[in-house]
């Protein structure tokens, strides 16, 4: 049976390589934002997660000393080496670092300075694709400078850009970043991760066979733990492996379309463009609660926790300027058990009352017979939001039909949440629960 060509061979097949794309991933960024208004902090072992504080200057505490049940959302290289991670639960991690300090979270910051570091990449290489608050694919094939050597350096201009690049982030932000480079964004996202922090790594035909080839299979983007699972029981455990699978064991093993993909991506070809500008599909808020809180006894802040969600994924799309037909509802019960449903209307809302009526229309069609430990609100079905001088105006012949409660009329009163009369019952007398 034929085999494929391994990764080492293949060069020619990038050489010279006419597209440049790099991916840029700001660095531990969460924690880096927190070091820079704690610079005291800097070399320690810190933890950020958990619920959101109300003051973010609030001082850290041991890390050990937390009780509940948020998770990590980022740590600092220190903290990384106890074994803590991104997804974490912060008890765990405070088993294995119990002396790392805790930071809350502070996404309001978090995003101002996400901004602030891609329009300082746009200077330079506006054509870019928002992978998220701290990723971005960047084309850099047409700008000026990339394609020239600099004496014996054939990359030497290509370095130059893409340094010029990580000093206007650290000029406009004062956090790090890590560039790859490479022929496409399969190989780009792989570079960005080898030389972490403050990495500049080019990842191009002639270092594939030293450089990506011995890689563990499962540092292929788009390899996951379950697929990198059952590679390793065919034998394939690096990508070399893979670049030498046959194609036939692989469709056996996972049908023609991911077969072919895994053996392209070894051999490190990709063509996916940068897409510079997408629209989203959703926008969507969740909350963990400290403790599991009962239907009915706790319906006060089960009502809350709803209110504060809707209206925050309400700002979401008026910030962005969409509207919704879909609103959906997320539950997570004390047994890990997790229920959606979803209620689509006759017209799209951005309103954050709007977004709380569609919502309670989901939760009547939830049985709440446990503890809940989750919340979340989804709006789906996007579109960007016309402006009142795109309509035109009712008519008799066709009136607009009223699909939202007008703005003269009062408002559903949401006091405590106990379904008395005046009162919004999100959740209802009739769950019951079994403790």
Same mark, same amino acid.
């Given at each position: 049976?034929?085999?494929?060509?391994?990764?080492?061979?293949?060069? %020619? +097949?990038?050489?010279?390589? /006419?597209?440049?794309?790099?991916?840029?991933? +700001?660095?531990?960024?969460?924690?880096?934002?927190?070091?820079?208004?704690?610079?005291?902090?800097?070399?320690?072992?810190?933890?950020?997660? #958990?619920?959101?504080?109300?003051?973010?200057?609030? @001082?850290?505490?041991? $890390?050990?000393?937390?009780?509940?049940?948020?998770?990590? &959302?980022?740590?600092?290289?220190?903290?990384?080496?106890?074994?803590?991670? %991104? #997804? +974490?639960?912060?008890?765990?991690?405070?088993?294995?670092?119990?002396?790392?300090?805790?930071?809350?979270?502070?996404?309001?910051?978090?995003?101002? $300075?996400?901004?602030?570091?891609?329009?300082?990449?746009?200077?330079?290489?506006?054509?870019?694709?928002?992978?998220?608050?701290?990723?971005?694919?960047?084309?850099?094939?047409?700008?000026?400078?990339?394609?020239?050597?600099?004496?014996?350096?054939?990359?030497?201009? /290509?370095?130059?850009?893409?340094?010029?690049?990580?000093?206007?982030?650290?000029?406009?932000?004062? =956090?790090?970043?890590?560039?790859?480079?490479?022929?496409?964004?399969? =190989?780009?996202?792989?570079?960005?991760?080898?030389?972490?922090?403050?990495?500049? &790594?080019?990842?191009? %035909?002639?270092?594939? @066979?030293?450089?990506?080839?011995? /890689?563990?299979?499962?540092?292929?983007?788009?390899? #996951?733990?379950?697929?990198?699972?059952?590679?390793?029981?065919?034998?394939?455990?690096?990508?070399?492996?893979?670049?030498?699978?046959?194609?036939?064991?692989?469709?056996?093993?996972?049908?023609?379309? *991911?077969?072919?993909?895994?053996?392209?991506?070894?051999?490190?070809?990709?063509?996916?463009?940068?897409?510079?500008?997408?629209?989203?599909?959703?926008?969507?808020?969740?909350?963990?609660?400290?403790?599991?809180?009962?239907?009915?006894?706790?319906?006060?802040?089960?009502?809350?926790?709803?209110?504060?969600?809707?209206?925050?994924?309400?700002?979401? !799309?008026?910030?962005?300027?969409?509207?919704?037909?879909?609103?959906?509802?997320?539950?997570?019960?004390?047994?890990?058990?997790?229920?959606?449903?979803?209620?689509?209307?006759?017209?799209?809302?951005? *309103?954050?009352?709007?977004?709380?009526?569609?919502?309670?229309?989901?939760?009547?069609?939830?049985?709440?017979?446990?503890?809940?430990? !989750? =919340?979340?609100?989804?709006?789906?079905?996007?579109?960007?939001?016309?402006?009142?001088?795109?309509?035109?105006?009712?008519?008799?012949?066709?009136?607009?039909?009223?699909?939202?409660?007008?703005?003269?009329?009062?408002?559903?009163?949401? @006091?405590?949440? &106990?379904? %008395?009369?005046?009162?919004?019952?999100?959740?209802?007398?009739?769950?019951?629960?079994?403790?």
């Amino acid at each position: 049976m034929p085999r494929s060509a391994p990764v080492s061979t293949m060069s %020619s +097949m990038h050489d010279p390589p /006419l597209r440049l794309v790099a991916h840029l991933d +700001m660095d531990a960024f969460y924690a880096s934002v927190e070091l820079l208004r704690r610079p005291e902090l800097r070399g320690l072992p810190v933890v950020i997660g #958990g619920a959101r504080s109300l003051d973010p200057d609030a @001082a850290p505490r041991r $890390l050990g000393d937390y009780a509940g049940r948020g998770v990590v &959302t980022t740590a600092t290289y220190e903290a990384r080496q106890y074994g803590v991670h %991104s #997804g +974490m639960g912060l008890m765990k991690a405070a088993a294995l670092a119990p002396d790392a300090l805790l930071l809350p979270v502070d996404f309001d910051e978090y995003r101002r $300075l996400s901004r602030d570091f891609k329009l300082a990449v746009a200077r330079i290489a506006p054509r870019i694709e928002d992978r998220g608050i701290d990723e971005i694919y960047i084309e850099l094939s047409d700008v000026p400078g990339v394609h020239e050597p600099v004496g014996h350096d054939r990359w030497g201009g /290509l370095r130059a850009v893409a340094q010029e690049i990580k000093n206007n982030v650290w000029a406009a932000t004062g =956090l790090h970043c890590s560039i790859g480079i490479a022929a496409n964004k399969l =190989l780009a996202k792989v570079a960005s991760d080898l030389d972490k922090p403050d990495g500049l &790594t080019l990842l191009m %035909s002639e270092d594939l @066979a030293e450089r990506y080839a011995p /890689l563990p299979v499962q540092r292929i983007h788009g390899v #996951g733990p379950q697929s990198a699972k059952r590679l390793h029981r065919l034998g394939i455990n690096t990508v070399a492996d893979l670049a030498n699978a046959d194609l036939n064991e692989l469709t056996t093993h996972f049908g023609d379309s *991911q077969a072919q993909w895994l053996l392209r991506a070894a051999h490190g070809l990709d063509d996916r463009p940068v897409v510079t500008a997408s629209e989203p599909v959703s926008s969507s808020r969740e909350t963990t609660f400290e403790r599991d809180l009962h239907p009915r006894l706790d319906r006060s802040l089960l009502t809350q926790a709803l209110v504060r969600l809707c209206e925050r994924v309400s700002a979401d !799309l008026t910030k962005r300027g969409y509207e919704g037909r879909t609103v959906g509802i997320k539950l997570r019960f004390d047994d890990f058990r997790t229920v959606t449903r979803d209620a689509t209307l006759d017209a799209p809302v951005d *309103q954050s009352l709007a977004i709380l009526l569609g919502a309670r229309d989901c939760l009547k069609r939830v049985i709440l017979s446990r503890r809940i430990r !989750l =919340l979340g609100v989804r709006v789906s079905g996007l579109s960007r939001k016309a402006s009142v001088f795109d309509a035109p105006p009712p008519t008799a012949l066709a009136p607009r039909r009223q699909t939202a409660r007008p703005a003269s009329a009062p408002a559903p009163h949401i @006091a405590n949440g &106990t379904g %008395s009369q005046g009162t919004l019952p999100l959740f209802d007398d009739s769950a019951t629960t079994d403790g």
